[in-house]
């Protein structure tokens, strides 16, 4: 059996239940593997804004109407300098006239990153505090 690459069309109502289920499972691998493969989603094209070329303060994700945005905070001292320590995830259907966080389902949507002095990360932790 060949590769099934992602089917953003499927599965529709007027397939069988099995051939639903199948379709459903063959696009969950496939954004499976895209995400591995590449970090981003085929499809989505990336701008940056904010910041500066190398550390941007907002990453967009943009694919017709929908947005994913990407709100980065740069650490500045000590083993952060120059590191993410917290980014927020949100997500507009409206071209970004207006987003929503991004949550799992306890209502986190921002990751803090936390770096020793040697600019090592040592661990990371989800919350709902931007």
């Known amino acids: 059996m060949s590769y099934l690459p992602f089917d953003a069309a ?4 007027v397939q069988t239940r099995q051939s639903a289920i199948d ?9 499976r593997d895209i995400l591995v493969a ?9 701008s940056k804004s904010g910041g500066t ?3 941007p303060a907002i990453v967009t994700y943009a694919r ?7 709100s980065i905070t740069w650490g500045s001292t ?3 300098d120059g590191n993410p320590t917290k980014v927020a995830y949100h997500y507009s259907v409206n071209g970004g006239t207006h987003y929503d966080p991004l949550t799992d389902a306890d ?8 770096w020793d002095a040697e600019g090592e990360l040592t661990s990371t932790t989800w919350g709902a505090t931007p």
Do not use: K
């Open 53 to 55: 070329a190398d550390q």
């Open 64 to 70: 017709g109407t929908e947005r994913v945005r990407v």
């Open 107 to 114: 209502g986190n949507y921002v990751m803090t990153l936390t």
């Open 78 to 80: 000590g083993g952060a």
């Open 38 to 46: 590449s970090g981003c989603a085929h499809g989505w094209a990336m």
């Open 23 to 31: 379709i459903t499972r063959s696009n969950l691998q496939a954004l």
């Open 10 to 13: 499927a599965p529709t109502v």
